[in-house]
């Protein structure tokens, strides 16, 4: 399983975009990168999926260099409700036994 | 998008005892689910993988007997804390298997055990 690196923690103020960016050195060739948002005592939610290049959505992009060791979640106009944790994940379970291990996560503060 | 339902959303218990949290995938089915636990101010930590009509798999360390895992159909699984003790007390969150390799979660059960 690829083990991610984030930075523990980020600042930053509201209107501003805020970019995270994840090393997964391992990642194996068929491993997607998925991004994860967490509030306190909440179950995470899907932000952003992707394999290669560049996908956007509407509430973020994601960056994925060509050697795909790592990526960076844009997260474009930051505002209050943003603040929360945020998980990059490595792997795929097509197979039975597959599973995303979760990294420590990188706690973003959006300040007034 | 698809929804995963967790219940209960807290559960108060004495020392002993034992706690069920169940699962379910509203609309779609989930061959897999996996059932994680987080404690404050950590990141989440994988307990067992749940597959439909199978045994659970669980992760190193993890008590099979402590807790046990029922995945009895494509959209219910069940993990039951036995004879809970207050280290026991955490934030338990499931996730089902959606398609192209998303995982959806509930919105997680916080237990206490007194």
């Known amino acids: 399983l690829a083990k991610t690196t984030q930075p523990i923690s980020m600042d930053s103020y509201e209107g501003q975009e805020v970019n995270i960016t994840c090393s997964h050195n391992?990642?194996?060739?068929?491993?997607?990168i998925t991004w994860y948002q967490q509030f306190p005592s909440q179950g995470p939610r899907f932000i952003i999926q992707g394999y290669k290049t560049k996908v956007t959505n509407e509430v973020a992009s994601l960056f994925i260099p060509a050697d795909r060791k790592s990526s960076t979640l844009s997260l474009p106009r930051v505002s209050l409700s943003d603040t929360a944790v945020y998980y990059c994940l490595v792997g795929r379970f097509y197979n039975q036994g597959g599973k995303l291990i979760f990294g420590q996560g990188t706690e973003l503060s959006v300040k007034p | 998008g698809a929804v995963v339902s967790q219940h209960p959303s807290w559960v108060i218990c004495k020392s002993g005892t034992s706690v069920k949290i169940e699962c379910r995938s509203l609309d779609f089915q989930a061959t897999t689910m996996f059932w994680y636990r987080q404690f404050p101010k950590q990141s989440l930590m994988l307990m067992a993988t749940s597959n439909e009509g199978s045994k659970a798999t669980y992760e190193q360390g993890v008590e099979k007997d402590k807790f046990l895992i029922n995945h009895a159909s494509l959209t219910l699984s069940t993990l039951t804390v036995t004879s809970a003790h207050p280290e026991d007390s955490s934030f338990y969150i499931c996730s089902a298997k959606g398609t192209n390799e998303k995982l959806f979660f509930g919105s997680g059960t916080q237990l206490s055990v007194l």
């Open positions: 391992n990642i194996a060739t068929n491993d997607y």
